[in-house]
């Protein structure tokens, strides 16, 4: 590769802040799921949206933004956060983020630490990202990551969580309290057109020790190792339950 042909694709890069919005094609039209978050103290407005691809080979455009409260979402004021996953509720004009890296797994064992590899800060649309990065688990988590599934009778909202009432497990390794509370940043409201609530969806990242799978042959479980990676839990209610009580501060509420 030449220098000129060098120095023209790394300033395409550096001129488009979101060039999987702006694929030729994409529109507005293309938006499948808006969700939207209030956050206290603040006139901010934090959006999670979900475009399909253009093409059939495309990916998905999915990720996390902000606009101030009096701006309507659109496709060409998006500018995307590094991450979706809140360090803690997010409060005022200072958000406090965790990004993971994935893709691969890490290919040795010391790629794996709970410590972060880099912490950084960003501003978007007057928002200040402090932002602390990791590699995901070299290996496989047993019971500590991956997809979990409740059920529960009822919730209940204060101001910086949501505790879930009779919360009984049924397909997954993590075992909650009855009762257990979750901070606010990260919980997701799934409900249908007549505000009826299909389930409560939380993505927590998982930074601590337990037991993996490393990825030898055959596979090798290792107790007390470094795990880095997103446990997806998902309470369904036993009963129907409805959500307007329940409000868009530090809540994923659904637009679309």
Known sequence: MTKATTYILMTLLLTSCNWMGSIPGRTDDNLYGLYKQRIENSSQVLYQFYYSGTFVSSSDYVGVTILDSTENFSL??????????FKTKPKGKNLYLIKINYGSNPTTEKDTIL???????????GAELSVKEYNLTYGSATINAGLMRYEFDR??????SLTLFNVTKTFGGKLFSHNPSFLKGNIKIVENDDKKLLYIQIKQPIIERGSIYKPTSPFELVENQPIVDVATYE???????????????GLWRRVK
């Open 76 to 85: 060409d004021k998006i500018i995307d956060f590094p991450t979706e996953y």
């Open 115 to 125: 410590t972060p590899i880099k912490s950084y800060k960003e501003k978007i649309n």
């Open 155 to 160: 919730c209940e909202e204060s101001n910086d």
């Open 235 to 249: 309470f369904y209610p036993r009963d129907s339950l409805t959500t307007e009580k329940l409000s868009e501060i």
